[in-house]
């Protein structure tokens, strides 16, 4: 197949293996989706940071458990369809546009991610993605 024609589940293909919720830095959440995801478990703001948060980078994440997996990791995500945005989007990140090394880098994270793309092709389909999931 050309490399123009590849869409973005050609270039990425989730494995449902967990990898990337283990680890690895932590899960950025705004406001907004602490709000969501604290209603979604029938919670209030304050005690999901508490009980489910952490800080890093003077940011606030998903709180990890001992074995390192997200706190909400468990076979599968349990909260799937109110999962922060950088869950949502990955591996269609911002920082793939600044440096297309980062999508090296996560592939030896994520068994998902294809690395016999040319670059260019590879910002562009993270482009489309991050502009469809704003
Ligand atoms: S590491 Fe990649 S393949 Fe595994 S669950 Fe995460 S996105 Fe899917
Ligand atoms: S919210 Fe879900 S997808 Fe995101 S890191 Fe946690 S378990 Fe993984």
């Known amino acids: ?12 293909k989730c494995k449902k293996c ?4 283990k ?4 899960t950025f959440i ?16 304050d005690t999901f940071v508490e009980n489910y948060c952490q800080i890093s980078g003077g940011k606030r994440i998903l709180a990890q458990a001992g074995d390192m997996y997200c706190i909400f990791w468990d076979g599968l995500c349990t909260i799937h369809s109110v ?17 297309t090394i980062n999508w090296s880098i996560m ?5 998902g991610i294809r690395t016999d793309v040319p670059n260019r092709i590879i910002k562009k389909r993270v482009a489309e993605e991050l502009s469809r999931n704003l």
């Open 30 to 45: 705004t406001e907004k989706e602490i709000e969501t995801i604290a209603a979604h478990i029938h919670t209030d703001p």
């Open 107 to 111: 592939a030896s994270l994520c068994p």
């Open 83 to 99: 999962k922060p945005r950088m869950c949502k989007t990955w591996p269609f990140i911002e920082s793939i546009l600044v440096d």
């Open 18 to 21: 967990g990898d990337c919720c």
């Open 1 to 12: 197949m050309p490399y123009n024609n590849l869409k973005s589940e050609d270039i990425f």
């Open 23 to 26: 680890g690895y830095g932590g």
